[in-house]
């Protein structure tokens, strides 16, 4: 395999060198000119990603326009996994309804909120864009896989379980959507992590 | 807790896991350990939380209701909690044509509790002291956190949610703070703060050598 571009957009020396030198007297005499600690760099940047990103879905045209048709879709797929699971469903733009129960999916329910977090944990990470990008689209994917288990598997709690419903799209769901998004930023992070170059 | 401490602390690793040395597999490794961990972790921080939920309810509501009186003169705001797990705001100067008292699920707000604890005890080679102290500084900064959520909640019901009572009494640059300021910290931050302060305490953990000793 070709050896693979170290650190990606990373531009500070030291840090793409696997083999850096154990720090020497001189070294600690240096004025303390200090680059930011890579957690702080890290944290920064997913924090204004995430800022913005968010400050960019809630716009009202690009909600009207891009996120209300994207969570259309969802309700499109929930709707049709849940007649082929024998449910008796029929779609009106981001609502559900059936003889038994009824959602209406919203945001904070589409798994847009865990996209995002993905595209700012992503961004934040030190590698080549070839890798952010390939990493968005594969994570984005898995996400809304597991966000249509979500809201089938919330349909059915409804329909069958109502109790445990409150329980389970707040606490249950939600955490295991953001989870998931978490879990796969760490299988990327640690597969874009460069591998070191032998001594 | 210095880094240094910390390091000190920290579980030896196996000499193929230090620093340059630590193969690509072992890596992944880690990775697999942590989703393993959480099958284990979550489930066990769900039922944590769902025991010290009504406790957790009543701190979080009377820290809001204090911090709210705090910030204003006179000081009329009461939250009440109803049923374990809903905050009911209410004004002892007015009613605001019947919309008060106004509703706010408390367990919507510190859910996230389950995915702090369940990642922070998930994270493998990680010593059971080092583990314990991360979790409960990262538990202290998320019961700040849910206390400033739920007093933009407070405001946001005022500033938004009053119908004239809220235009009488809120301009539209306060109606337009409280609700980003709800709107963000209630999706966003809520459900990104455990990953962040995950990834604050344990980024190195995840990338070996990229984040080494060379950083420190």
């Known amino acids: ?199 | 807790m210095s880094r240094k401490g910390a390091a000190a602390r920290r579980k030896p690793h196996p000499p193929a896991a230090r620093g340059n040395a630590e193969p690509r597999p072992q890596r992944r490794a880690w990775a697999l350990r942590l989703a393993r961990n959480l099958v284990i972790t979550a489930p066990i921080a769900m039922v944590l939380w769902l025991l010290v939920s009504p406790f957790l309810s009543l701190f979080v509501v009377k820290a809001a209701e204090r911090m709210t009186r705090l910030a204003e003169r006179p000081s009329v705001t009461r939250i009440e909690l109803s049923k374990g797990e809903d905050a009911l705001i209410s004004r002892a100067d007015t009613r605001a044509g019947g919309r008060l008292p106004y509703g706010v699920r408390v367990t919507d707000i510190h859910f996230p509790l389950v995915l702090l604890i369940a990642i922070f005890l998930a994270t493998p080679d990680v010593s059971a002291g080092e583990r314990f102290a991360n979790l409960g500084y990262a538990l202290l900064i998320i019961m700040f956190f849910f206390i400033i959520d739920l007093f933009f909640w407070v405001k946001f019901a005022y500033a938004t949610q009053l119908g004239a009572w809220s235009a009488a009494h809120y301009g539209p640059f306060a109606r337009n703070f409280w609700g980003l300021g709800k709107h963000v910290l209630d999706l966003p931050v809520k459900l990104a703060l455990p990953f962040a302060m995950w990834a604050a305490f344990y980024l190195r953990e995840l990338t070996g050598e990229l984040f080494g000793e060379a950083d420190r």
Request: proline content about 8%; aromatic content about 8%.
């Open chain 1, 1 to 199: 395999m070709a050896k693979r571009k170290r650190g990606g957009s990373r531009k500070a020396p030291a840090a793409e060198e696997p083999k850096a030198a154990p720090p020497t007297a001189s070294d600690d005499e240096q004025p303390t000119r200090r680059r930011l600690r890579p957690e702080v760099r890290f944290l920064l940047t997913f924090i204004v990603v995430l800022g913005a990103s968010f400050a960019f879905l809630a716009w009202k045209p690009v909600n009207d326009h891009v996120v209300e048709p994207f969570t259309g879709q969802i309700a499109k797929a929930s709707g049709a996994t849940l007649r082929a699971l024998g449910q008796d469903v029929t779609r009106v733009d981001t609502m559900l309804r059936s003889p038994r129960f009824a959602v209406n999916i919203k945001n904070g329910c589409n798994g847009v909120e865990a996209m995002v977090i993905l595209l700012a944990a992503i961004v934040a990470f030190p590698a080549p864009w070839k890798a952010r990008l390939l990493g968005l689209v594969a994570g984005a994917v898995a996400i809304q896989l597991v966000n249509l288990v979500r809201v089938v598997a919330l349909f059915l709690t409804g329909a069958y379980l109502p109790r445990l419903f409150d329980t389970s799209h707040t606490v249950v769901w939600q955490t295991l959507v953001i989870l998931a998004a978490v879990l796969i930023w760490i299988l990327w992070a640690r597969r874009v992590t460069p591998r070191p170059v032998p001594a």
